[in-house]
């Protein structure tokens, strides 16, 4: 019900980002979450090779109510995790222009109180990988000197003309995606 | 652990899906995924709707995603394609989704009750 609309998970804005991406019409989109305890940060960076926003436009993506239903695309998306960035003393910066693609990255406190947690990151990369199979997905996720990484240029390589959203290829990714992301050292929730 | 030479046998067995739909999907899911829609729920829905195709071992029905289409107030929201008509579903969540896999898209008969709107 509407009284329940909540973006619990950072991994819930990824997937809402990654809309983004997807109405700009990228062929690639690059996802990173990087976690280190030391500097006691969390950087999630979505960067693709989409048609990219003017100058003009990335200064008023911020304000939720300036878009209008023409420039849809960009709504509450991006204000939203610009919010959850700046209650854990992080921000959020985004590097576009036209043609160029967009690169949104937004820092976080990683043991900060308010810092929600990432989630559920496979069911993330699954929608993402289902609804959009010609669409190439990079996840690098590195906590301290461990990384895992997901990379659908790869995957296609050994499917040779197979599309990733066969439901024995997507059964095969959550899995691998669980499996990989099953490391503790790779744990950004405690 | 998994490793991509895995993908080699994933590969045989989806070669093998394929061959007994013959290229031909028999209806078309979509989930909107909008800011509204994932913000309700849509990613679980996406999710239970894959499982439940993959249990049900149905490997001729797409499934794809929208954007907001303006049905904000009633996302998490499913149309199904099928037979040329298109029926939208609001306020879905994953038993909901499963059971509209079952209902709808298996057995063929519209969940009336979470119909928002459908064509004729």
């Known amino acids: 019900m509407a009284g329940e609309w909540n973006v619990r998970e950072l991994s819930m804005h990824i997937l809402d980002l990654a809309q983004n991406s997807i109405a700009a019409g990228a062929s690639l989109i690059e996802i990173d979450v990087i976690a280190d305890k030391k500097s006691d940060s969390l950087k999630i960076s979505i960067r693709d090779n989409g048609a990219g926003m003017s100058a003009e436009y990335v200064a008023q993506v911020r304000y939720p109510f300036t878009t209008s239903r023409t420039t849809r695309r960009v709504g509450l998306g991006i204000p939203m995790f610009a919010e959850a960035a700046r209650e854990c003393d992080g921000d959020l910066t985004l590097d576009s222009s036209p043609g160029e693609g967009t690169c949104l990255e937004a820092v976080f406190k990683l043991s900060h109180i308010d810092r929600a947690p990432m989630g559920d990151i496979s069911s993330t990369l699954i929608a993402l990988i289902a609804a959009n199979p010609d669409i190439d997905i990079v996840y690098r996720h590195q906590s301290n000197s461990s990384e895992f990484m997901l990379d659908t240029r790869e995957l296609r390589v050994q499917l040779d003309g197979v599309a990733l959203n066969e439901n024995a290829v997507l059964k095969w990714i959550a899995e691998y995606v669980a499996d990989g992301l099953s490391d503790k050292s790779l744990a950004i929730d405690n | ?26 209806a078309r899911v979509v989930v909107a995924m909008g800011t509204c829609g994932i913000a309700a729920g849509a990613r679980e829905v996406m999710s239970a709707i894959l499982d439940e195709l993959d249990k049900r071992g149905v490997t001729d029905i797409s499934v794809t995603q929208s954007g907001c289409k303006g049905l904000c107030e009633q996302e998490p929201t499913v149309d199904v394609i099928k037979d040329d008509q298109v029926v939208t579903y609001g306020y879905v969540d994953s038993d909901k989704a499963r059971q509209i896999v079952g209902q709808h898209l298996v057995n063929g008969s519209i969940v009336d009750e979470w119909v928002v709107t459908a064509t004729n």
């Open chain 2, 1 to 26: 652990m998994k490793t991509l030479e895995d993908l080699k046998k994933v590969r045989e067995k989806a070669l093998e899906q394929m061959k007994i739909r013959e290229g031909k999907f028999s």
